[in-house]
């Protein structure tokens, strides 16, 4: 037996290593996105929540005050 078999066998196996890595990083960073655009979208809706209580409470403050 030839040792050229075993050497790609071995090139073979890195490549599925590396196809292995590339994808697990790929994961992660989607799944990382993914979190950061959950947390953004949920302090936006915080944030304007917490605007339009702060507005409401200007506008009742002016009609009490005859603004």
Do not use: H, K, N
């Not at 953004?40 to 944030?47: C, K, Q, V």
Request: net charge positive; proline share 3%; with cysteine.
């Amino acid at each position: 037996m030839s040792p050229a078999p075993i050497i790609l066998e071995g090139f073979s196996r890195a490549a599925e290593a590396r196809r292995a890595r590339v994808s697990a990083d790929l994961t992660g960073r989607g799944a990382s996105i993914l979190l950061w655009l959950a947390v953004s979208l949920s302090l936006g809706g915080a944030t304007m929540l917490l605007v339009d209580r702060l507005c409401t409470m200007e506008a009742a403050a002016r009609i009490a005050a005859g603004v």
